[in-house]
């Protein structure tokens, strides 16, 4: 049997601000991110598995997404943590809000790559990780192939 992916898409809404960067985006602001996970496997064949016919359940996918990323990210402001925004930061954790602070310049470029990196982790061992699609906006959005790293 030849492998099949399979796609799961999930939803977030986070806030960040681009440390240095001569626009709009070096000011505090949020996207409704759209997250589009591709996987891709074999369907398991043994007919007594209660999963048959499956590369993953959709389930176990969207527990290991939900648990890495969208429960982390959702309603989060990301801010680079080797930048000046650490002060904002800890303002705003003194506050009550949820920060997180990351080893990279929160760009959707690099969010991705952070993801397939946490993801990847998680999955089974026959199971890889094909793609990922993030969307911050309707027109714009950065894609990760296993293909191209």
């Known amino acids: 049997m030849g492998n ?3 796609t799961k898409q999930f939803s977030f809404e986070t806030g960040h601000a681009l440390y240095g960067y001569d626009g709009k985006c070096k000011n505090v602001h949020g996207h409704s991110y759209k997250l589009s996970v591709t996987v891709i ?4 064949s043994d007919s007594g598995n209660v999963k048959f016919g499956m590369v993953i359940d959709f389930g176990d996918l969207k527990k290991i997404v939900k648990t890495e990323i969208v429960d982390v ?14 002060e904002l930061a800890k303002e705003l954790q003194d506050r009550g809000h ?4 990351v080893d990279y310049q929160p ?3 690099m969010m991705v790559i952070d993801f397939a990196n946490k993801i990847k982790s998680f999955l089974p061992s026959h199971i890889a990780l094909h793609s990922l699609k993030l969307q911050e906006t309707d027109t714009s959005f950065a894609e990760w192939y296993a293909s191209d790293n």
């Open 73 to 86: 990210f959702d309603h989060a402001t990301v801010f680079n943590k080797n930048t000046p925004h650490v």
């Open 107 to 109: 760009t959707s470029e």
């Open 98 to 101: 949820n920060v997180l602070l």
């Open 41 to 44: 496997g074999k369907p398991i």
């Open 4 to 6: 099949i992916r399979i």
